[in-house]
């Protein structure tokens, strides 16, 4: 591991050190099984932090740093998936490019990856959150809890390959073991924590997860309690560390981190996972196990559970088996799926017209 701290690389090219060196390991490496790689002496690897337009932050064993885009990798990444985002585990040079930002040569493959469709018109996926291990969803006992809303969550964490969780806050105000009661009655099979974030201590079973070195990307409707979660298990130590200075226009500027290190793992809270929309059919059996498990006996294997004659789901909604909400549910995030998929064939016909115009 001692090659991942801060090595003898970034000594021999005389590059400076800053006092935010941080080992991968305490970033959250080990737990993501991603292959270290090859590098040259004037490279190293670092995690990205915070996202701003077309710059990053980011954080490693040679400290912290803005990164821009090196020229060569602007030009592999046509892909909007391919640019870093939050949570990267990136390779850089070790010296700055322009006069003052390091070059990010190459994005590490991603263990799993938050999607949204990127803000826009055309129908584009987004990555807002990379090589997340555990997202957490937050509820709290004082607002309404959506079931619809947690289920898209969850098809976007399993979607994304992110094992998600529940966490029930403001259980000091009472009634957050009726709401698990009422999650779980419903099929929902993931973990659910009742944790109050305003107690002095944070909650056993999340210190636990973090102090295995996971990343824990948190969201959740506003006023559930993120921000106070967040602080909660950060601590004070860590928060004053919690700012990177940038001296781009001659003023100091204090840039929010969207990447935390707590209890010996790491939380991420990007704005950008409190609008999540989802972009891929992969989480849908997982969430609805129960529907997945009975549409097998459709006589369609392609059966929608909508109109069609012997729909084995259609028939175990009406004896009580599958509860309506739920197919209801299913039911509107296929159909969501479907009017995307449409979208996307005519935005990539249209750009192929566009593109064969201009060729002739
Ligand atoms: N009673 C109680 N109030 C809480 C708890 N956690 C957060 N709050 C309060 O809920 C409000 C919203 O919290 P905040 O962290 O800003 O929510 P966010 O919008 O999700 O980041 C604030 O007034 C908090 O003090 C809790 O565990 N118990
Ligand atoms: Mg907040």
Request: charged share 25%; with cysteine; aromatic share 4%.
């Amino acid at each position: 591991m001692d090659k991942l701290l801060v090595s003898d690389v970034g000594r021999k090219c005389g590059f400076p050190m800053n006092e935010s060196a941080t080992s991968l390991e305490v970033l959250g490496w080990s737990r993501q099984g991603i292959a270290y790689p090859q590098l040259t002496d004037t490279q190293g690897v670092s995690r990205v932090v915070v996202e701003h337009r077309g710059a990053y932050e980011i954080l490693g064993p040679f400290g912290a740093h803005e990164a821009i885009l090196e020229t060569a990798s602007r030009q592999i990444a046509d892909d909007p998936t391919d640019y870093p985002a939050v949570g990267d585990w990136v390779v850089h040079s070790l010296e700055p490019i322009d006069n003052r930002r390091v070059g990010i040569i190459e994005v590490l493959p991603r263990r799993s990856s938050m999607l949204r469709r990127a803000p826009g018109s055309a129908p584009v996926p987004q990555v807002v959150g990379a090589n997340i291990d555990v997202l957490a969803l937050v509820v709290s006992v004082d607002q309404e809890i959506d079931e619809h809303l947690i289920e898209r969550y969850l098809v976007t964490a399993e979607g994304g390959n992110a094992s998600p969780i529940i966490v029930v806050n403001k259980s000091d105000l009472g009634g957050a073991g009726k709401v698990r009661d009422r999650l779980e009655q419903r099929g929902i099979r993931c973990p659910i924590y009742l944790v109050s974030a305003k107690n002095e201590n944070p909650h056993d079973q999340l210190v636990e997860l973090l102090n295995q070195g996971s990343t824990v990307a948190v969201t959740g409707s506003s006023g559930v309690g993120k921000s106070t979660l967040v602080n909660q298990m950060v601590g004070d130590v860590v928060l004053a560390t919690g700012a990177v200075t940038s001296e781009g226009s001659g003023r100091h500027t204090t840039v929010r981190r969207e990447l935390l290190l707590a209890q010996g793992g790491v939380l991420i809270d990007t704005p950008g996972l409190r609008e999540v929309q989802i972009w891929e059919e992969l989480g849908l059996e997982t969430v609805f196990h129960e529907i997945a498990a009975v549409a097998t006996a459709c006589r369609f294997a392609d059966c929608s559970h909508r109109n069609e004659p012997s729909c084995a789901v259609k028939q175990a909604t009406g004896d009580g088996r599958i509860d309506p909400s739920r197919l209801a549910s299913y039911l509107a995030l296929c159909e969501e799926l479907s009017d995307l998929t449409d979208e996307i064939d005519e935005y990539q016909r249209s750009q192929r017209r566009r593109r064969d115009a201009r060729q002739n």
